[in-house]
């Protein structure tokens, strides 16, 4: 079965370790850092690194700015501006909150349980490794013996006698197993938060191809398609790697934060509370620093995604590119986007100099505080006061524990906003809805949408919900009406395509739609097949809605071969069984075959060394075009419609590939005519070949968007001065003048 949902990759690069020596010169720094935004980089203890800082001046989000920003800071030339301000008022209305990316993560709550309780026990562990330090040294300090009043320190001349002293081998002893109980314990919990964020990682994007692939065409012709990518891939990337790693990390902080805090009072209230009076003046910097940031991250993303979209349609038309010489103009308008992207980098840099400047020198005057203000409490003779040498040792690898926690968390809520920013867009994505008309109350075909389950994730996503509501009629009969239709595109706005068209294509009939172009045949053909939605009059299928018809069943029934025709980088086999997606219809070769022989492929394709199974590769580079076209007219017949829609499928193809194609085409028309029409096809074609036209039973002559003229060949060519005869006699002209010159 090749029908398979778009699978999620996990770009998860989490990485865990563990710390090395319990040396009071690296202190009792997180013996389970993880390869996350922690700065480590410190070799003395930096008390309570910043709160909401941000870890670089490089972290950007992912949405649009205001508009009153991008004035403030002019980066751009005036041009520009008006442009994102125009892109500004179309900013998402969807604010994503730190609970909407900390719900991403409710679906694995057993894991996180199992999480956080090795957490717990890592935490307790690394709390106690200070006080069992302190406690060392208080073991020695006390073996010693006085002599009329005076303190005097014991030398050992055996070094082995070390272990005879008082509490030394009991404290070492735990101290080992503190240290290896935390390192057990933090790998294990680095184990599975990697789990969980490759889990959710996946199950975001699924959430959002989800979506994607419920949305109306009208929201890809207004949405950047560099936007989209960015969205479903590096957003979401960027979302689920930072929600499950700092929420990782975040908790084993705020618990180890928690656990030596209490420690810290139990040693010294009093240095305690002295370290805590940089806590306000840190946050407040820090607090205005992550606004300012924010703003700023977000023009910057702003200008890489303008650059993706550059680079990606030069990319994706390179012949085009080639062909005009135009490789430097693109260079220079993908460069212009990157010098917008480095002036306001490097606004970041210089706010990012001054603000850890800031937040760097006023711990570093708060640790010179406590370390006088401690070693009076020492040599104190008040017994209220007091606190010995190793406690005093304590407390200062408390206080590097501390600032590290700090200094996570810190980092922690400035990815969180980063992440935000981000998830802004993604989620605006999301949960979008598609802006089709609801379809008519009651009339729900019981499919609410198949389930799509993420292997042993256990957190099934209903797929394109949407698209499977609206009714299912028991048959389709496959007559077509269009009435008083009005209709914009939402990439056009203000110029109607459609001017109180109405039209009828009887069941079982050949109906052409002729005229000039831009007069709105093609979008007939795009309403037939409800991909857009019209903004006046109905069209309808047997007298149905298509707006309240089941979106599965009217692809079901309704085939179309376009012009430029889409085939996807794998055998001619799977592109032709892609005509049976969404039918309840499993493929066989006959049938395959079958559609093959109408559409004049299975000739060519049998000469192919590989036959049905030949890649075609990405969008059938290795076909000629009038070969495309006929395997796009297979992959319409196999589902084997009841309306059938032809939209211009042979005026992109040479005069050889055309004859093929039109001959493929001509066995479809037939197929219209069957009978009484108990079993006939009908079918919808937009032509400029006069063959075609003058065997259809209807035409209607299409300008302006609206039918000037409809009827039989033999009638509208009786009128000399109708719109039809002058379109025919135009195309004969155009021809004997062609074949004059060969």
């Not at 975001?204 to 969205?231: C, H, N, P, V, Y």
Request: proline letters at 3%; a negative charge; hydrophobic letters at 40%.
């Amino acid at each position: 079965n090749y029908r398979r949902f778009p699978s999620a990759s996990n770009n998860n690069k989490h990485h865990f370790g563990s710390s090395s020596s319990l040396t009071l010169a690296s202190s009792t720094r997180s013996y389970d850092e993880e390869g996350s935004n922690v700065n480590n980089d410190r070799s003395t203890s930096s008390l309570l690194d910043p709160l909401l800082a941000p870890q670089s001046p490089s972290s950007t989000s992912n949405d649009d700015s205001d508009a009153e920003y991008e004035e403030e800071y002019e980066v751009e030339d005036q041009e520009d501006e008006d442009e994102e301000g125009e892109e500004e008022e179309e900013s998402s209305a969807y604010k994503a909150n730190l609970y909407d990316l900390l719900a991403l993560c409710k679906p694995d709550w057993m894991l996180m349980i199992l999480a956080f309780v090795c957490l717990l026990i890592a935490a307790l562990m690394q709390t106690v490794i200070p006080r069992l330090i302190g406690n060392v040294l208080d073991a020695l300090a006390d073996y010693e013996h006085s002599e009329n009043g005076h303190t005097t320190t014991v030398l050992m001349e055996d070094k082995s006698d070390i272990w005879n002293v008082p509490g030394f081998r009991s404290n070492i002893q735990k101290l080992v197993i503190a240290a290896l109980l935390c390192a057990l314990f933090s790998g294990l919990r680095g184990g599975i938060f990697t789990l969980i964020g490759g889990r959710v990682n996946s199950r975001l994007r699924l959430k959002l191809m989800d979506s994607l692939l419920a949305q109306e065409i009208g929201f890809f012709d207004t949405t950047k398609t560099g936007d989209i990518t960015s969205r479903l891939c590096s957003d979401t990337t960027m979302v689920g790697d930072q929600v499950t790693l700092n929420v990782n990390v975040f908790l084993r902080s705020f618990v180890q934060a928690i656990g030596v805090l209490v420690f810290m009072f139990l040693v010294s209230w009093r240095l305690t509370m002295l370290v805590l009076l940089s806590v306000p003046a840190i946050t407040i910097m820090s607090k205005l620093y992550g606004a300012f940031m924010r703003k700023l991250t977000k023009l910057m993303q702003k200008k890489l995604a303008d650059g993706n979209t550059i680079s990606e349609a030069a990319i994706s038309s390179m012949p085009t590119v080639r062909a005009f010489g135009a490789e430097m103009a693109e260079l220079r308008e993908y460069e212009r986007y990157m010098n917008m992207y480095l002036k306001l980098n490097a606004r970041a840099a210089v706010a990012y100099v001054g603000y850890m400047t800031s937040i760097t020198t006023l711990p570093l005057l708060v640790n010179a505080m406590v370390l006088f203000y401690g070693g009076l409490l020492v040599l104190s003779q008040n017994s209220d006061d007091h606190i010995s040498s190793g406690q005093l040792v304590s407390f200062f690898l408390y206080l590097s524990s501390l600032s590290d926690a700090f200094n996570s968390m810190g980092n922690i809520f400035s990815s969180l906003t980063t992440a935000i920013g981000a998830a802004d867009k993604v989620f605006e994505m999301m949960y979008r809805k598609p802006l089709y008309k609801k379809p008519a109350s009651g009339s729900s075909s019981g499919d609410d949408g198949g389930e799509l389950s993420l292997p042993n994730s256990g957190n099934p996503t209903t797929t394109c919900k949407m698209l499977h509501q609206g009714i299912n009629p028991s048959d389709c009969a496959g007559e077509v009406r269009l009435n008083g239709i009005d209709m914009f595109y939402p990439a056009r706005p203000t110029r109607k395509v459609l001017d109180g068209m109405t039209l009828t294509a009887p069941r079982g009939t050949v109906c052409a739609l002729v005229g000039p172009s831009g007069g709105g045949k093609s979008s007939i053909v795009s309403l037939i097949q409800h991909l857009y939605e019209q903004n006046r009059g109905t069209v309808t299928i047997d007298g149905h809605d298509v707006r309240d018809l089941n979106h599965l069943w009217l692809s079901r029934h309704v085939s179309v071969v376009s012009q430029e025709p889409t085939l996807y980088a794998r055998s001619i086999k799977r592109n032709i069984m892609y005509g049976l997606e969404g039918t309840e219809a499993e493929p066989s070769m006959e049938e395959i075959t079958e559609a093959c022989q109408l559409a004049n492929a299975a000739s060519f394709i049998e000469n192919l060394p590989d036959g049905f199974e030949t890649e075609v590769g990405e969008r059938g580079v290795q076909l000629s075009g009038g070969q495309k076209q006929r395997i796009a007219i297979a992959r319409a017949l196999v589902r084997k419609p009841r309306i059938l829609l032809l939209d211009e499928a042979t005026s992109a193809l040479d005069a050889e590939s055309e004859s093929s194609v039109q001959a493929a085409i001509d066995s479809m028309l037939k197929m219209g005519h069957d009978g009484n029409g108990g079993s006939a096809m009908t079918v919808v074609v937009v032509a400029h070949r006069l063959s075609t036209i003058r065997s259809a039973d209807i035409i209607y002559v299409v300008s302006g968007g609206r039918v000037s003229e409809s009827g039989r060949h033999e009638d509208l060519i009786q009128n000399p001065n109708g719109a039809y005869a002058n379109l025919i006699n135009r195309q004969m002209m155009a021809q004997k003048s062609l074949d004059s010159r060969s």
